[in-house]
């Protein structure tokens, strides 16, 4: 299977499944940081950052927004003071789609570097 980060997001209409278990299952095994979580019956992926203060959070913030604005696919962001949730999932279809791994992917390569 081709890395998630490696991937771009593809487009998704209202009426597509949501990822099997299985699928999920697969693609939760690349990021293992993130949990499923779910809120008003929808299933969503979700990660807490952490930082040393609210500047650095606040520029995660920022450089999340950039992707997410690049791939016309955006979360859900608290940024507060040290640290930032990211939550992903995909309102179209009210759950999660291929795209919120490989997004959640590439918000993990964005904290590494």
């Given at each position: 299977?081709?890395?998630l ?66 791939e ?38 964005l904290?590494?570097?």
């Amino acid at each position: 299977m081709e890395q998630l980060a490696q991937m771009k997001c593809t487009a998704c209409n209202a009426g597509e499944p949501t990822v099997s278990d299985e699928e999920m299952a697969s693609y939760q095994q690349q990021v293992p940081q993130w949990m499923i979580v779910e809120r008003a019956g929808i299933k969503r992926l979700e990660r807490v950052f952490k930082f040393k203060n609210f500047v650095e959070a606040l520029a995660f913030t920022n450089k999340v927004g950039e992707l997410a604005e690049q791939e016309g696919h955006h979360p859900a962001l608290l940024t507060e003071w040290g640290k930032v949730t990211v939550t992903w999932w995909t309102h179209a279809i009210k759950g999660l789609h291929k795209n919120d791994f490989v997004m959640a992917a590439r918000t993990d390569q964005l904290y590494s570097s």
